[in-house]
């Protein structure tokens, strides 16, 4: 009888484990999914600067060619 109640012990223990787990995992899998967003969205910011950065040295340079001539 003693080693039943042990057993059932353990198996809660484990199945306690294997929640913890599993939360564990799916927190990891939370992170994982936002840290792609927002490398995703930090990629769009760096293409979005570049476009404008670029359209800016354009409109300097148009800027200038009416300044001079």
Same mark, same amino acid.
């Given at each position: 009888?003693?080693?039943?109640?042990?057993?059932?012990?353990? !198996?809660?223990a484990?199945?306690?484990?294997?929640? =913890?787990?599993?939360a564990?995992?799916?927190?990891?899998e939370? &992170?994982? *999914? #936002?840290?792609?967003?927002?490398?995703? !969205?930090?990629?769009?910011?760096?293409?979005?600067? =570049?476009?404008?950065?670029?359209?800016?040295?354009?409109?300097? &340079?148009? *800027? #200038?060619?009416?300044?001079?001539?």
């Amino acid at each position: 009888m003693d080693a039943l109640v042990r057993f059932s012990k353990l !198996e809660t223990a484990n199945a306690d484990l294997a929640r =913890s787990l599993a939360a564990a995992q799916k927190n990891s899998e939370i &992170e994982l *999914v #936002a840290s792609k967003g927002v490398e995703f !969205e930090l990629k769009m910011l760096e293409a979005e600067y =570049s476009f404008v950065t670029n359209r800016v040295e354009r409109l300097q &340079e148009k *800027v #200038a060619y009416f300044i001079f001539y």
